[in-house]
Nanobody, 124 residues
Framework: QVQLVESGGKLVQPGGSLRLSCTFS????????IGWFRQAPGKEREGVSC??????????FYGDFVRGRFTISRDNDKNTVYLQMNSLEPEDTAVYYC???????????????WGQGTQVTVSS
């Protein structure tokens, strides 16, 4: 059974940092591309980052709005993918979701499995 569980979201001040985690079961990260998406109230779900599987080229990609502030990484031994977010802005406030088994990309329809999401709020 495939499961994805996000954690790490919370209230943080502008300029602060958070690390989101997405822990998986039911498949191997070695052969699975992973994506992070977010959805703010009243807005469409948008791609934040994705990372190709280790059996491919292991490359990572970011949405234009990231501007070098976020880093995606994974620990295959822990079946976990991380999203380190620095220099957070109020515009980053959203529910963040991880998704699995797409091809790496920013169209949400590419992915077969989703977590339940974790709320990130950036506010003073």
């Amino acid at each position: 059974q495939v499961q994805l569980v996000e954690s790490g979201g919370k209230l943080v001040q502008p300029g602060g940092s958070l690390r989101l985690s997405c822990t998986f079961s039911g498949f191997s990260l070695d052969i699975t591309d992973i994506g992070w998406f977010r959805q703010a109230p009243g807005k469409e779900r948008e791609g934040v980052s994705c990372i190709r599987n280790r059996s491919s080229d292991n490359k990572s990609f970011y949405g234009d709005f990231v501007r070098g502030r976020f880093t995606i990484s994974r620990d295959n031994d822990k079946n976990t993918v991380y999203l380190q977010m620095n220099s957070l802005e109020p515009e980053d406030t959203a529910v963040y979701y991880c998704a699995a088994r797409g091809p790496c990309g920013f169209y949400w329809g590419n992915y077969d499995y989703w977590g339940q999401g974790t709320q990130v709020t950036v506010s003073s």
